[in-house]
């Protein structure tokens, strides 16, 4: 991933959440960003500042029609930070029956370093519990240290390994917040 600030989502409705390295190396405790920013739910019409955002994070990013889809999709939740009305970090969920699945996280390239996917990732986890899903899972390179810090932070712990998830052969580390249930962990195989 060209200089490691996004994982790639290779594989729908499983994808591993794009990281911003700025932010995983926050020291000290985890705190608001400094250069504030609310957390939004996007629309439609922001389709295209999410493909943006998303196409300077990923080698595959989402299509414009892709993104019009998620953010209407009924088991799905995104949150979005702007500057000046234009989106500069987004995350996102997939509600499904039994935990949330962390399914993006991107900060724009000039704005790492400021907190904002810590306060995505806590935002997306209000979201989970919202929802009736306090467990939350994602995948994440093993190579990615930065993001497997920062989830780890945020009370995420290593359920194993998926050997060869992504493209290119790379294993993915199976991070899940709030321990799954037996019933949980067996119908994921995890």
């Known amino acids: 991933m060209p ?3 996004c994982s790639p989502a290779s594989r729908p409705p499983f994808t591993a959440p ?11 405790p985890v705190a608001p960003p400094a250069d504030g920013g609310d957390l939004e739910v996007p629309g439609l019409d922001d389709a295209p500042d999410l493909q943006a955002l998303d196409a ?7 299509s414009v029609e892709g993104w019009r889809a998620e ?18 970090a ?6 499904a029956p039994d935990a949330a699945h962390v399914l ?9 370093g400021r907190g904002l996917a810590v306060r995505l990732v ?15 899972t994602l995948e994440v390179r093993a190579s990615n240290r930065a993001a497997l810090n920062l989830y780890r932070r945020l009370d995420f712990v290593s359920h194993g390994l998926r050997p060869g998830y992504y493209a290119d052969g790379e294993d993915a580390v199976v991070l899940w917040r709030t321990a799954p249930t037996d019933a949980t962990h067996d119908a994921h195989g995890r």
Request: charged content about 20%; some cysteine; hydrophobic content about 45%.
């Open 3 to 5: 200089g490691g600030a």
């Open 18 to 28: 794009p990281t911003d390295d700025g932010d995983h190396q926050m020291p000290g």
């Open 56 to 62: 300077a994070c990923l080698p595959d990013p989402w």
């Open 71 to 88: 953010v209407v999709a009924g088991d799905r939740r995104w949150l979005v930070v702007r500057d000046g009305g234009r989106v500069v």
């Open 90 to 95: 987004l995350g996102g969920l997939w509600l």
């Open 104 to 112: 993006r996280l991107a900060v724009a390239p000039a704005r790492r």
């Open 122 to 136: 806590t935002g997306l986890v209000g979201l989970a519990e919202a929802a009736g899903r306090p467990a939350l």
